[in-house]
């Protein structure tokens, strides 16, 4: 079993629909958690982070954990073609300072 | 402000030949780590440089090694390489004692 599981998609919406992305861990140690975005041939590029249970908010964006579930969400409103990217969460424990454990990435295509 | 850079682009190499990818931190930044990113995949941990040293180590052989210059500036050896090395090999650049990591757009590396 991967420590990080995430639906690689690809997920297709419409533009201006608000976006579903989703991880689970199984490591309960981890304590802070980030969404990446990464375009085609780019590396990724952080968005969002995050180190306890709870929303956090950022323009379009909202991270949302759930320590007591492993579960951890990334909401983008008001969709557009230009988040067509690949979305990395990724999470990482204190005393292992900046090393990150990523799931797969999901695919996702916002058509206009 | 100049972001974490890493040369070259893109590299070709056939089995058994050794590679040298390069990454310069983010300006200000102490500590660089190195991933790998197969496709499909998300990124994969190999190390973390700080003060010089090695610091921490994924689940790599040791034909993956590394070295960071006084300027914190790292470099990225492949030794006897085979097809399964192919891959994008992401630099991260932070300082010490922080969890932001920030990414360069990665060494696009086939082995043939």
């Known amino acids: 079993q991967k420590e990080v599981e995430q639906d690689p998609g690809p997920l297709s919406v419409p533009e201006g629909a608000i976006v579903s992305l989703n991880c689970t861990y199984s490591?309960?140690?981890?304590?802070?958690f980030m969404w990446y975005r990464q375009y085609s041939r780019k590396g990724p590029e952080l968005l969002m982070y995050?180190?306890?249970?709870g929303n956090k908010e950022d323009g379009r964006f909202t991270a949302q954990v759930d320590k007591s579930s492993k579960y951890i969400s990334l909401f983008i409103r008001d969709s557009q073609p230009s988040d067509s990217a690949t979305y990395l969460c990724a999470m990482g424990r204190m005393e292992y300072g900046n090393k990150l454990v990523f799931g797969a990435g999901t695919i996702l295509r916002v058509k206009s | 402000d100049a972001g974490v850079t890493q040369s070259p682009t893109h590299l070709i190499k056939t089995r058994g030949q050794q590679v040298t990818l390069r990454c310069s931190p983010k300006s200000g930044h102490d500590t660089v780590s190195w991933y790998q990113q197969a496709l499909g995949q998300g990124p994969q941990f190999i190390f973390q440089?700080?003060?010089?040293?090695?610091?921490q180590r994924g689940n790599f052989p040791d034909r993956f090694s590394g070295h960071q210059f006084p300027n914190y500036s790292s470099e990225l050896n492949v030794n006897a390489l085979w097809l399964g090395d192919s891959a994008l090999y992401l630099c991260?650049?932070?300082?010490?004692?922080?969890?932001?990591?920030?990414f360069g757009p990665g060494t696009r590396l086939t082995v043939l």
């Open positions: 991260a650049s932070s300082l010490a004692g922080s969890t932001e990591q920030f």
């Open positions: 490591n309960s140690a981890f304590q802070y």
């Open positions: 440089y700080y003060e010089e040293e090695e610091r």
């Open positions: 995050t180190y306890s249970s």
